[in-house]
């Protein structure tokens, strides 16, 4: 099975406050992908990498950052977080191909900014 | 952007009904897939349906694609309390002969389904 695993099922951090997500996945996906998830929103993504050190930005990438410094590991940073950046966060992977395949998911953090 | 919104925003029914789901998309696909999120979970993947396809299943699920219409409906059968979850369907984000490769999707705002037992 493959497993999608993020560091903190629940945040809470601070207005100002430099916060990293971590995720890892097990089964040498290449694409990893970060997204948000509002009520009324759907998921949005925030930004993608298909290969280590390669990353691009998806629909709403101001305020974060990401790192991939290694296939198994993507992680999304908050430079400096604020209140509107309190949301629900999923990770997810998949294998690089050509046509659309399955995402597998993390079971996500929920991060609270006050 | 939005590309597949999902109809209706939210559904109650009692175990043993039939649910029913529809998304509409906007623009040309590959593929389109559905998804389940427990509350406060991650999303799980529920089934692909390609663009050539017009029916599939997958025990008690059965998805539907109208490509004309630009449309697809998710039927779960003879529901039970555990599928009380928000279900999403997602569109891949690249356009027809894209080879990139990154397997973006965009998905919808999603049906919460609420099945009482």
């Known amino acids: 099975d493959v497993k999608v695993t993020q560091s903190s099922r629940y945040l809470v951090k601070r207005t100002g406050e430099k916060v990293f997500l971590e995720c890892v996945q097990d089964m040498d996906h290449e694409n990893m992908f970060w997204y948000r998830q509002d009520p009324g929103l759907g998921l949005r993504l925030i930004y993608f990498s298909y290969d280590v050190k390669m990353k691009e930005k998806g629909d709403i990438p101001e305020g974060y950052s990401v790192s991939r410094e290694k296939k198994e590991r993507f992680s999304l940073i908050l430079e400096s977080a604020s209140t509107n950046q309190t949301s629900m966060y999923l990770c997810?992977?998949?294998?690089?191909?050509?046509?659309?395949?399955?995402?597998?998911f993390g079971p996500g953090t929920r991060l609270t900014v006050t | 952007s939005q590309q597949g919104e999902e109809d209706p925003q939210a559904l109650s029914i009692q175990e043993g009904e039939n649910a029913t789901m529809n998304c509409s998309y906007k623009?040309?696909?590959?593929?389109l897939q559905w998804y389940r999120q427990n509350s406060g979970r991650g999303l799980v993947h529920l089934i692909l349906i390609r663009s050539n396809e017009r029916e599939k299943h997958s025990g008690r699920l059965r998805v539907t694609l109208d490509t004309s219409k630009k449309s697809s409906s998710l039927l779960i059968t003879a529901s039970r309390a555990a599928d009380t979850a928000s279900y999403f369907c997602a569109t891949d984000a690249e356009p027809r002969g894209f080879s990139g490769g990154y397997n973006k999707l965009i998905f919808g705002a999603g049906t919460r389904l609420a099945v009482h037992p």
């Open positions: 997810a992977s998949s294998i690089l191909t050509v046509s659309s395949y399955e995402q597998y």
């Open positions: 623009t040309s696909i590959n593929n």
